[in-house]
C-alpha cells in the first residue's frame, strides 16, 4: 500500500534500524520507543489486521520476536499486538511490539479491568466459538 509507513520502510523509501529481515518478516526498533529496546515486528505482507496475513508469515513472526527480546537481554517484556482502532491500532499495517520492562515506570504499563464471568453465557460463548474453530 502505497500511503503505509511500514510498507515504506520495508521497501527502504524511509530509513529504519533493521534488526532482522527475511522473505516475509521485518524487525526495527520502535522510533518511539516506550522502552529502552522496544522494537517492532512485521509482516512484509500489508494487511491491517492479523486476520489478513497468511498462516506461513505468522508462523515465522514468533520466532523472531523470541531472538529480539532474547537480543536485548530483557529479563521482562510485552509481546503486544493491535488489531483495529477500538483496539488502540494506530497504522493500519500489522505489527508486533516487543517491549522491555525493565521496572515499573519504564514499558508497557496496563489496566485489566476484569471481571467475573456468568458461566452459562461463557458455556454458550464456547460453544459457539468452539464450533466454528
Known amino acids: 500500500m502505497a500511503a503505509c509507513i511500514f510498507c515504506k520502510i520495508i521497501k527502504g523509501d524511509i530509513p529504519a534500524f533493521k534488526l532482522f529481515e527475511s522473505d ?12 529502552y529496546g522496544h522494537a517492532l515486528v512485521i509482516p512484509k505482507h500489508h494487511g491491517a489486521k492479523i486476520t489478513d496475513i497468511p498462516d506461513d508469515t505468522l508462523s515465522e ?18 509481546v503486544l499486538q493491535n488489531n483495529g482502532r477500538l ?6 499495517h ?3 511490539h516487543m517491549i522491555p520492562k525493565p521496572n515499573e515506570a519504564e514499558g508497557l504499563g496496563i489496566g485489566w479491568p476484569a471481571k ?3 458461566m452459562e453465557k461463557l458455556k454458550q460463548l464456547f460453544e459457539t466459538i468452539k464450533a466454528k474453530v
Open 24 to 35: 516475509k518478516v521485518l524487525a526495527f526498533l520502535d522510533i518511539q520507543p516506550l522502552s
Open 61 to 78: 513472526i514468533l520466532p523472531v520476536i523470541k531472538k529480539v527480546a532474547s537480543a536485548t537481554g530483557a529479563e521482562n517484556y510485552n
Open 87 to 92: 483496539a488502540h491500532q494506530v497504522v493500519d
Open 94 to 96: 500489522v505489527h508486533f
Open 116 to 118: 467475573q464471568a456468568d
